[in-house]
């Protein structure tokens, strides 16, 4: 309606319960993925896939060239988290 495009949510893994933003951590919900036997059989399976959906969520030039894919003209100062 008014030009915008909105993008997201992404799929990466929290390391804490409550983790919203890139910096939460909380080392007791860390150990409880970490025991998690389908967490484990997940990336064992999914590795790569999981590896460059994480880089993407920290770099947005790698998160923009994915979605030019899409979006041709888009660049990175388009973009806001």
């Known amino acids: 309606m008014d030009g915008e495009v909105w993008l997201g949510p992404n ?3 929290a390391l804490a319960r409550e983790g919203y933003s ?7 919900d860390f150990k409880e993925i970490l025991r998690f036997r389908g967490l484990r059989k997940l990336v064992m399976r999914y590795w790569r896939l ?4 994480a880089l993407r ?19 990175p100062s388009d973009v806001t988290r």
């Open 50 to 53: 999981g590896t460059q959906e």
């Open 11 to 13: 799929a990466v893994l």
């Open 57 to 75: 969520s920290l770099l947005l030039a790698a998160q923009v060239r994915q979605l030019q894919r899409f979006v041709p003209e888009l660049q």
């Open 22 to 28: 890139a910096t939460d951590f909380n080392w007791e």
